[in-house]
């Protein structure tokens, strides 16, 4: 099933995407993510292909929409089957935007281009050790010293951080939440180091990293726009990404149930295959089921979006059905998949351990209900 | 330089496990089935997108022309080439099952006639019905060289003649042809110096990608605005007859899938021989 909003335009872009996951993800999604890490020529090739741009201005070198941006997602993921090579080639969906939208000219030519092109990395750093749901507790200071911002502090749980050319980072110029200030902080930059890339439950071929400002000088030039205007733009930040994760989740159950649909076909017990029981057969119906629901409402949240009336609330509502939906499915795919399902070797068993990201990764299922309810007054 | 290049929508080789055969037997059935651009086309495709653009300052030097002959659902198949980057589309409407490569080559001639290119670049075969004769029968159709399993092309004089390099299981057979002519290409014709045009820089290289470039978004949203033109068999002129009639389809057995361990080479050749038989 596809997105109701798809047009043939969005089958065309589906069918590229599929081709360069097929020919250049698939084949090393199994040791991408043994490896922990997938080569860094993947974002060149990418780009190569025009997929990496999607859902950007085209003054910055992008086309199409958060559309756009949502279906070649899913057939990467499809195709590819390693969840954690799309999210790291992703990445730079929550870096960029804020830089797009409040940025310089000149930092659109610096920052924005050059990743968009596969030259760069990018990566955004909001959270802290002691700061993850709670935004407006981010410590990590930033003081002016005439042309410099002196930073100090430390992130965590940054996806691409361990290698990132450069990173979109929250720091605090001030006191609540009109002190938070975004500064893009280059790899290079003295008294700035990626700490440590982090052992995690999945999401393996991402790397995911703890950062560390030494009194790292930052130019002022640096700085997307005003000092204090960070908070509302990662606000707005948080409504794409949120819808982009739903989107991930509708893709990952989408792959876990043709898995499990083609294994049920194959494997054989008590004389038949496992298709061969109604049991089997309906728990791949009621996963198909709950996809097909998710999707609905991440076509939803999409179309409104694009029509300019999609509300952080709505984007909350969005992801948590898809991350229950996605949390549901992998399960049952694993459990279709019976010890298989357990063993490494199985895609299934990656997908059960890439999903419980997502009610977690950009804000808690819990935070998610916090801001419905907030929204709705109750 | 103005380029034909026929295009055939086949159903997705990857997918093939889903080709089922009419209870009859006298034909393979569609349903259900992805479709894709012949994956030999895409290669054409390739090479005569770059014989006529300057690949470094990615723009356009020439024409191509998509046709493929077909039903009409085979214009998300031309809208695909078009939006890789090639000029307009030609349908001639016809039912694959009426088709066969004389009907095909009959068809193509008379686009030819019409369009007058100065080459034609085709696929050596399609993946579906793998005659590998189309090519061959059209140049003979037109009065027009044929050079088959083209691996390497070079024009210097806007495809006026051409220096060719053909890939043969004997080694390497260089030709020097003038135009007009039909062109079928193989897979080495994607390896990344593999075409020179005289106006792309010599040194420029092109990207390694397995069935030619990717259609840009940009690309995508363009090709709705390119004209496909439609044509018919008999608008054409074309009475050609199938030469070819299928008797029977059947499907191959399926695999056992039983799987037998070795524990040396030697067993493993030993099996090979005695029990699998294929050695
Ligand atoms: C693989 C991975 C990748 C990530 N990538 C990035 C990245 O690129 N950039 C980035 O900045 N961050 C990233 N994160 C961080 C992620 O956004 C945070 O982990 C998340 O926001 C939760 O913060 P926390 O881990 O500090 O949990 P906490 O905020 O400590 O929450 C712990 C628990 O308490 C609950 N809780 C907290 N507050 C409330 C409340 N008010 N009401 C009810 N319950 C509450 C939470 O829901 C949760 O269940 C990533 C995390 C992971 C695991």
Known sequence: MTYLFETDEHQTLRAQARRFAEAEIAPHAHAWDEAGLFPRALYGAMAGAGLLALGYPESVGGAGDIGHMLVAAEELLLAGKSVGTCVGLGSHAIALPPIIKLGTDAQRERFVRPVLRGEKIAALAITEPGAGSDVAGVATRAVREGDRYVVDGAKTFITSGYRADIVTTVVRTGEGHGGLTLLVVERGTPGFEATRKLDKMGWWASDTAELSFDACRVPVENRVGAEGAGFVAIMMNFVTERLMLAGQCVATAELAHRESVAYAKERRAFGKTLSGFQVTRHKLADMSCRIAAARALVGEGVMRFLRGDASPALAAKVKNTATDMCTYVCDQAVQIHGGYGYMREYVVERLYRDARLYPIGGGTREIMLELIAKAEGY | ?279
């Open chain 2, 1 to 279: 330089m103005k380029i034909l290049v026929p295009i055939k929508r086949v159903a997705d080789p990857d997918n093939a496990n889903k080709v089922k055969v009419s209870a009859d037997g006298t034909q393979v059935t569609t349903e259900g089935l992805e479709w894709k651009m012949n994956p030999f086309d895409e290669w054409a495709l390739e090479a005569a997108l770059r014989l006529t653009e300057d690949g470094a300052a990615k723009s356009r030097v020439g024409e191509v022309v998509l046709v493929s002959v077909g039903p009409k659902e085979a214009v998300a198949t031309v809208r695909e080439g078009l939006a890789k980057g090639a000029e307009r589309g030609v349908i001639v409407e016809g039912n694959d099952n009426d088709l066969d490569s004389n009907v095909i080559a009959a068809a193509l001639a008379a686009v030819a006639k019409k369009e007058s290119p100065d080459l034609i670049v085709m696929g050596k075969q399609t993946v579906d019905g793998d005659s590998n004769v189309a090519g061959t029968v059209l140049a003979d159709k037109l009065g027009w060289p044929i050079i088959n399993y083209a691996m390497r092309i070079e024009t210097s004089d806007d495809g006026k003649t051409f220096a060719i390099k053909r890939d043969l299981d004997v080694g390497v057979a260089s030709v020097k042809v003038t135009g007009p002519v039909v062109i079928t290409v193989s897979d080495s014709i994607l390896h990344p110096e593999s075409v020179k045009n005289g106006v792309t820089p010599a040194d420029f290289k092109y990207p390694e990608a397995e069935g030619g470039r990717y259609a840009s978004l940009k690309g995508i949203m363009q090709a709705k605005k390119k004209p496909i033109a439609e044509q018919t068999l008999s608008g054409l002129g074309v009475d050609a007859k199938r030469t070819v009639t299928y008797k029977k389809f059947e499907l191959p057995p399926a695999r056992s899938g039983q799987t037998t361990f070795v524990e040396s080479v030697e067993e493993l050749v030993e099996k090979l021989r005695t029990e699998a038989k294929v050695l």
